[in-house]
T-cell receptor, first 112, second 111 residues
Framework: DAMVIQNPRYQVTQFGKPVTLSCSQT?????MYWYQQKSSQAPKLLFH???????NEADTPDNFQSRRPNTSFCFLDIRSPGLGDAAMYLC???????????FGSGTRLTVV | QKEVEQNSGPLSVPEGAIASLNCTYS??????FFWYRQYSGKSPELIMS????GDKEDGRFTAQLNKASQYVSLLIRDSQPSDSATYLC???????????FGTGTRLKVLA
């Protein structure tokens, strides 16, 4: 089945230790998104790519970076995680950017 | 700052009743609107999309859109305990490929 896969499902990292979250898709969708969602809050957009065109939200901290080496893969790098970065990180794709998202299962990040 | 607003709930309805969930948005140019269901600890799942004024029905779900009033709603008929979840409203920002989410309404269907 075509889908969006996020790895790992759960990630525990130490304060200040770089961490990378990955997302892959078999849907061949043009647009990929990274959202951060904290408990009882709305998903907050961090970045999105339309093909290779990268779009960074103005309020996304510099501590967060992203890479999309090809259509299928997208990575979220957190250079120096702080306790406030503990959250669910959601990868989503959209075929056109005007239709609904397909979400991955998310990565729950814990910072200790 | 473009916004999407939802009542956080919880909204409690008895099994078999109609649940009505509401959402307002601030971007007058928005053209695409979505409802997602999110179970606790899981990722959101798309359940309805709507692009034109009026009603759109899919099974037990009906989405309603009124662009003049900047209002989107979701009706769930014959509510089941398995419908208990948080329902997120998402609105496409005009001129972009981005969607803004509301904080969600928590629905509880009581058996």
């Amino acid at each position: 089945d075509a889908m969006v896969i996020q790895n790992p499902r759960y990630q525990v990292t130490q304060f200040g230790k770089p961490v990378t979250l990955s997302c892959s898709q078999t849907l061949n969708h043009n647009v990929m998104y990274w959202y951060q969602q904290k408990s009882s809050q709305a998903p907050k957009l961090l970045f999105h790519y339309y093909d290779k065109d990268f779009n960074n939200e103005a309020d996304t901290p510099d501590n967060f970076q992203s890479r999309r080496p090809n259509t299928s893969f997208c990575f979220l790098d957190i250079r120096s995680p702080g306790l406030g970065d503990a959250a669910m990180y959601l990868c989503a794709t959209s075929r056109t950017g005007k239709d609904g998202y397909t979400f991955g299962s998310g990565t729950r990040l814990t910072v200790v | 700052q473009k916004e999407v607003e939802q009542n956080s709930g919880p909204l409690s309805v008895p099994e078999g009743a109609i649940a009505s969930l509401n959402c307002t948005y601030s971007d007058r140019g928005s053209q695409s609107f979505f409802w997602y269901r999110q179970y606790s600890g899981k990722s959101p799942e798309l359940i309805m999309s709507i692009y034109s004024n009026g009603d759109k029905e899919d099974g037990r779900f009906t989405a309603q859109l009124n662009k003049a009033s900047q209002y989107v709603s979701l009706l769930i008929r014959d509510s089941q305990p398995s419908d208990s979840a948080t329902y997120l409203c998402a609105v496409g920002l005009s001129g972009t490929y981005k969607y803004i989410f509301g904080t969600g309404t928590r629905l509880k269907v009581l058996a």
